[in-house]
């Protein structure tokens, strides 16, 4: 069955540094989408993508956060300039269509010192 | 406003117990989805259910048994029999029907301890 697939698994960074997350969504779908997890709390929305721009983005997702599909199989998210609080697990979901199932990848666990 | 509230943080249980996760939400549209997801120890979110809100019949998966009520407001989970494997952070998400948005609106999630 596929699945989403993201790497690395654990990523720990100095703050300021920049981070690349990257994420493999499962292939015929066409919605992608970042979100996060900061320990012990809910999942947050980051960020959706479809048809090569962002579709939407929630209040987190600011200058620091970009999103690419630089080819046609990976999906990154990069944060220019770590800060402490994005210390965090951060998931990408992918979905065939909008209003489909969102399925998410295993998560990237981001530490930021 | 959309939002979902799980008053449960932590249940703990015996083995064999069944066991109902309670989900409430809150939204204006007349349309939506309505999900349950499994965080399992190792961290992934493992996609269990999507109810549509125009279609109120329950539906029973195995183990797993969901009470959709719209009246309520409510999408509560139940786990028959349950079993140290179902030892997890459970989330409840709402997201919009139709519209430009897809984003998935969660819960704070309620962390089910199945002691064996």
């Known amino acids: 069955e596929p699945e989403v697939t993201q790497t690395p698994s654990h990523q720990v960074t100095q703050m300021g540094q920049e981070v690349i997350l990257r994420c493999v969504p499962i292939?015929?779908?066409?919605?992608f989408y970042w979100y996060r997890q900061i320990l012990g709390q809910k999942v947050e929305f980051l960020v959706s993508?479809?048809?090569?721009?962002?579709?939407?983005k929630s209040e987190i997702f600011d200058d620091q956060f970009s999103v690419e599909r630089p080819d046609g199989s990976n999906f990154t998210l990069k944060i220019r300039s770590t800060k402490l609080e994005d210390s965090a697990m951060y998931f990408c979901?992918?979905?065939?269509?909008?209003?489909?199932?969102?399925?998410f990848g295993p998560g990237t666990r981001l530490l930021v010192l | 406003a959309q939002k979902v509230t799980q008053a449960q943080t932590e249940i703990s249980v015996v083995e064999k117990e069944d066991v109902t996760l309670d989900c409430v939400y809150e939204?204006?549209?007349?349309?939506?989805?309505l999900f349950w997801y499994k965080q399992p120890p190792s961290g992934e979110l493992v996609f269990l259910i999507r109810?549509?809100?125009?279609?109120?019949q329950n539906e029973i998966s195995g183990r797993y048994s969901w009470n959709f009520q719209k009246s309520t407001s409510s999408f509560n989970f139940t786990i028959t029999a349950s079993q140290v494997v179902d030892s997890a952070v459970y989330f409840c998400?709402?997201?919009?029907?139709?519209?430009?948005?897809?984003?998935?609106?969660f819960g704070t999630g309620t962390l089910l301890a199945v002691q064996p």
């Open positions: 292939s015929n779908h066409l919605y």
């Open positions: 979901a992918s979905g065939r269509q909008g209003q489909e199932t969102q399925y």
């Open positions: 993508f479809y048809n090569n721009e962002i579709s939407e």
């Open positions: 998400a709402l997201r919009r029907y139709g519209g430009a948005t897809n984003k998935l609106i």
């Open positions: 109810r549509n809100s125009f279609d109120e």
């Open positions: 939204t204006r549209d007349t349309t939506y989805y």
